[in-house]
């Protein structure tokens, strides 16, 4: 990735609008900044939450609360708690993301 055009600049999270994203079974709610091609989220997934779809979009994904489990298209499955992260290139392997407990994230892609 490369970054260009872009001045230093804070985000205030708590003051960036939530937009509410249904999935398959609970919800998603998301603050969303873009700058430029990069849009950087934080994520809440309550919980209960299965997406309603295969993502095939490359992400750097951080986990900050909860628990979140990761399943690959070929059955492969990963869990992420506080700390850990994941990176996947776009179209490299479909994804979907569910938890029982609700996870917060930090997303950028």
């Known amino acids: ?36 091609p990069i849009r950087v989220r934080m994520v809440e997934y309550s919980a209960g939450y299965l997406a309603d779809h295969w993502c095939s979009k490359g992400h750097v994904l951080l986990c900050l609360e909860g628990q979140l489990e990761t399943e690959l298209a070929d059955g492969r499955r990963f869990s992420l708690t ?10 490299a392997e479909a994804h979907r993301s569910s938890t029982t407990s609700g996870a917060k994230l930090f997303i950028v892609d």
């Open 82 to 91: 506080p700390g850990i992260s994941y990176q996947v290139a776009d179209n």
């Open 1 to 36: 990735m490369e970054i260009n055009n872009l001045p230093f600049c804070l985000t205030d999270w708590a003051t960036v609008a939530v937009t509410e994203h249904p999935g398959e079974q609970g919800m998603a709610f998301w603050r969303t900044c873009h700058f430029g």
